[in-house]
């Protein structure tokens, strides 16, 4: 079985910063891709960094230039820096990874539990 265990998350004034990080562990032979994702209350869960194995990054308009993805292969984390947060920032922020468990195996998706992240006006 594969975890990704979250942490990192808190309560921050806006304009302030913070560093999630992603702990992936169990059966893995390779990740393929790891992203983060969040999700407020009553809306739906949306991208907003990815990372594949390469070091390619993708974001979301909305965090460009404010946030961070980074990841250490040798020790399955990723990790995403957040800086200037606004309020609209306040969410669950949930890891992702696809993760396959060994090289004859299809990768399969996962997610982690999800750590709050409560930004301050």
């Known amino acids: 079985q594969v975890q990704l265990v979250e942490s990192g998350g808190g309560l921050v004034q806006a304009g302030g910063s913070l560093r999630l990080s992603c702990a992936a562990s169990?059966?893995?032979?390779?990740?393929?891709?790891m992203g983060w994702y969040r999700q407020a209350p009553g809306k739906q869960r949306d991208m907003v960094a990815t990372i594949t194995g390469g070091g390619s990054t993708n974001y979301a308009d909305s965090v460009k230039g404010r946030v961070t993805i980074s990841r250490e292969n040798a020790k399955n984390m990723v990790y995403l820096q957040m800086n200037s947060l606004k309020s609209d920032d306040t969410a669950v922020y949930y890891c992702?990874?696809?993760?396959?468990?060994?090289?004859?195996?299809?990768?399969?998706?996962?997610w982690g539990q999800g750590t709050q992240v409560t930004v301050s006006s």
């Open positions: 169990g059966r893995i032979f390779s990740i393929d891709y």
């Open positions: 992702n990874a696809i993760i396959r468990g060994a090289w004859c195996e299809a990768a399969s998706n996962y």
